[in-house]
């Protein structure tokens, strides 16, 4: 069994940053993919950005291009979403995700294979 365990997120102003990391218990983290995804109230849940299982190819949703950064530290088993000039739409509970890395990266929501806890992050206006 495999468990996530997110931290990071809360409240902040428009324009303002966070950072969410996300712990994975697993022997060779470096043989999983990662991804982030969020939900709104009312709505589907949304991806957000995935990484590779070496840290390469990171891809995002349209919606946080150029704002977002997802990123990886091997050796301690973690994954890291980045959020810069955080807007009123990006409120939403965020979840980080992990795929067993068998081929290339495949970012729709039904391919990952755990989830984490999900975290709110809550930007004012």
């Known amino acids: 069994q495999v468990h996530l365990v997110q931290s990071g997120g809360g409240l902040v102003q428009a324009g303002g940053s966070l950072r969410l990391s996300c712990a994975a218990s697993v022997r060779t983290f470096s043989t999983y993919h990662m991804g982030w995804f969020r939900q709104a109230p009312v709505k589907a849940r949304e991806f957000v950005a995935a990484?590779?299982?070496?840290?390469?190819?990171?891809y995002y949703a349209d919606s946080v291009k150029g704002r977002f950064t997802i990123s990886r530290d091997n050796a301690e088993n973690t994954v890291y979403l980045q959020m810069n000039s955080l807007k009123p739409e990006d409120t939403a509970v965020y979840y980080c995700?992990?795929?067993?890395?068998?081929?290339?990266?495949?970012?729709?929501?039904?391919?990952?294979?755990?989830w984490g806890q999900g975290t709110q992050v809550t930007v004012s206006s």
């Open positions: 990484i590779n299982w070496s840290g390469g190819n990171p």
């Open positions: 995700a992990i795929q067993r890395a068998d081929g290339r990266i495949r970012y729709p929501s039904g391919e990952y294979d755990y």
